[in-house]
């Protein structure tokens, strides 16, 4: 009997340890968004890259030369395809255009891109606002992504978003410097 007790007792303190130090998660996006709208009609439009997150340097290497990263999502011209124009300010000042095409996943916010059958990113809501994240994985990465719809989010986003995947054990951490003017967008 004693035993019994004493089983029951450390079972409820696991238990109670093992919730007060779990890492909070984020929230998946729904199809149905903002307003009633679905996605991804609230998330089309300008976004800046803020910060990433990843186990490893090396899942971050590709953002080290860059200053800054400004995307435009748009819907494709085929049902179920979103368009993606970025254009990356370098370090160097140099300004670099680049496109995607994402696929939507049927009754799902998950994405998947044209060329990359490898790569699958999730996207998640934030409570930064106008925040959202994307989680990437692919062949021997995965990582974490904050975007913005504003080149300056508040400290406090980039506290929150640095503690959540630091807890999730992704030890490296990226945040673009923004020092110079983001590059214009090209329209096509």
Request: glycine share 6%; aromatic share 10%; proline share 7%.
């Amino acid at each position: 009997m004693f035993h019994q007790i004493w089983a029951a007792l450390l079972y409820l303190c696991a238990v109670l340890l093992n919730s007060i130090y779990q890492c909070p998660e984020y929230s998946p996006l729904t199809t149905q968004g903002v307003d009633g709208k679905e996605f991804p009609e609230p998330h089309l439009g300008r976004w800046y890259f803020i910060a990433g997150a990843a186990p490893t340097e090396e899942e971050l290497v590709t953002f080290d030369p860059v200053d800054n990263i400004v995307f435009n999502m748009a819907t494709g011209s085929a049902p179920k395809k979103l368009q993606l124009r970025a254009t990356i300010r370098m370090k160097n000042g140099l300004c670099v255009p680049r496109k995607w095409i994402y696929h939507l996943t049927e009754g799902s916010t998950d994405l998947r891109t044209e060329g990359r059958p490898d790569m699958k990113t999730k996207l998640f809501s934030s409570s930064c606002p106008g925040g959202i994240v994307l989680k990437e994985s692919g062949q021997g990465y995965q990582r974490y992504l904050l975007y913005n719809r504003s080149p300056h989010p508040p400290e406090k986003c980039l506290e929150e978003f640095q503690s959540l995947t630091s807890c999730l054990d992704f030890k490296a951490f990226l945040l673009t410097p923004r020092n110079q003017e983001a590059c214009e967008l090209s329209s096509n």
